[in-house]
């Protein structure tokens, strides 16, 4: 297999985001931007990793060696076109050989097929594969200017003529090389440009000159959205999540209302799987085959065992583990929790630092109370135990296997195996003492009114 390289640019500092987060980490499907093309370019199977970042962007350099820990990195300081941020990366092209892949840290939905489309035509033979596409604007794009399937040139759309402005195929930025390629013209790219920076797209015409064969393909315009303001960052999770949606749908999963599904980069779903409408997955999810989710459920960094029903309306995160056949209602929030196979929690109910044994049924309004204001605790329920409703467990505490929690407990120490636990006041009955509490309701409510009304 020939080597590859992969370049990726992120140096850009996105002062149209309007944020003090780097561009490249504002997030599209619970990702970074820079870490989308990584992770595709880790599948692309890169030989070596080489990230160009800006100044004081450590956050980036933690971002993308949490994915890849072999990439390298370099700095460009002075932002001076796109050849001079790939200089930057002299180190790793300088001695490398096969293939360079040129990418670009804010452009997150290139896909696995268009890289290997990139390798396949140079590993055919071109030097050069640049990327095209065909925008329903074209306003601001370079132009791929052709002739009988030859790359002749790119314009940048500022030092483009108008015929090459009225030219259909732009270029997305993404460019392959024979390694050897990119070491014999890339420091003879000039800044003889509106803005006399440094292009890379100039390689073409220098390419050509040397009697180089340039080729391009062309990618779904979508996939090469660039991210360089909000409203292109929305663009690109539009995109991702119908992609996502499309994906899970195709494998076997039933979207009750697609558009209303919202996945993450990372999510797992098996087979007949039905989601309804309003449903939100966070980083982290593992789905097994036949769980239903029900309306308007957020669901975060956790396992779903196979058969269990979710929601609606219900919360989970925070690393919860779900066994098979597990039913959570509507209002019931899970965090942190082990829940083993059949446990039942219907109604209203916080599941919060506890393990809870198979087949026990949590009763509506019941709370684990894990945090004291200062440390947090663990909740710990056996099997086939009753939790009444309206109880609260003070954590630490152990509940056994089979016990009974009566309805409205308050519940401080441990309870045994197939014990009655009763942690509320007694209650007391006083007879004709009703009409004397509403009789003296009422004459209060007859003096606020009057004091209302002057009188």
Do not use: W
């Amino acid at each position: 297999m020939t080597e590859l390289l992969s370049i990726i640019l992120a140096a850009g500092e996105g002062t149209r985001m309007h944020s003090a987060v780097p561009k490249v980490l504002h997030e599209v499907g619970g990702l970074p931007l820079v870490g989308h093309v990584v992770r595709t370019v880790v599948r692309s199977g890169s030989s070596a990793i080489s990230v160009v970042i800006g100044p004081g962007h450590g956050a980036v350099e933690a971002m993308v060696s949490s994915l890849a820990p072999e990439a390298t990195f370099s700095t460009q300081v002075d932002r001076k076109g796109t050849a001079h941020a790939v200089r930057q990366a002299e180190t790793a092209y300088g001695s490398a050989s096969g293939n360079v892949i040129v990418l670009y840290a804010d452009t997150p939905l290139v896909s696995d097929e268009t890289l290997a489309g990139i390798t396949a035509r140079l590993d055919a033979g071109a030097d050069i594969v640049v990327v095209g596409f065909r925008p329903d604007d074209t306003t601001g794009y370079g132009r791929l200017i052709t002739e009988n399937g030859r790359l002749l040139a790119i314009r940048e759309h500022k030092d483009a003529s108008e015929a090459e402005r009225a030219i259909g195929l732009c270029n997305s930025g993404i460019m392959g090389f024979r390694a050897e390629t990119l070491r014999s013209v890339i420091d003879r790219i000039g800044n003889a440009n509106a803005k006399g920076e440094f292009y890379l797209t100039d390689a073409i015409e220098l390419a050509n000159a040397d009697g180089r064969r340039i080729e391009v393909v062309e990618a779904d315009a979508n996939e090469v959205i660039g991210v360089d303001d909000r409203r292109k960052l929305a663009q690109a999770e539009a995109q991702f999540q119908a992609l996502r949606r499309d994906d899970f749908m195709r494998a076997g999963v039933t979207l009750k209302d697609p558009s209303t599904v919202y996945f993450s980069y990372d999510t797992e779903i098996g087979r007949d799987v039905t989601i309804f409408p309003n449903v939100v997955f966070g980083p982290g999810v593992k789905i097994a085959d036949g769980v239903e989710i029900r309306a308007f459920c957020d669901i975060e960094d956790v396992r779903i065992g196979e058969g269990s029903s979710i929601g609606p309306f219900a919360r989970i995160r925070g690393g919860a583990e779900l066994g098979r056949d597990v039913h959570l209602g509507n209002f019931v929030e899970v965090k942190k929790s082990i829940i083993h196979d059949g446990v039942k929690a219907g109604h209203l109910s916080y599941l919060g630092d506890a393990e809870i044994g198979s087949k026990t049924n949590i009763g509506a309004g019941t709370i684990t109370c894990n945090y004291d204001g200062v440390n947090k605790s663990r909740t710990t329920i056996g099997a086939n135990a009753f939790i009444g409703s309206n109880s609260s467990l003070v954590a630490p505490v152990t509940i056994g296997d089979g016990a009974y929690i009566a309805s409205g407990s308050v519940v401080t120490h441990n309870v045994e195996p197939d014990a009655l636990a009763i942690g509320r006041a007694r209650q007391e009955n006083k007879a004709g003492y009703a009409p004397k509490l509403k009789a003296r309701a009422e004459a209060i409510k007859r003096a606020k009114s009057a004091r209302s009304s002057g009188q």
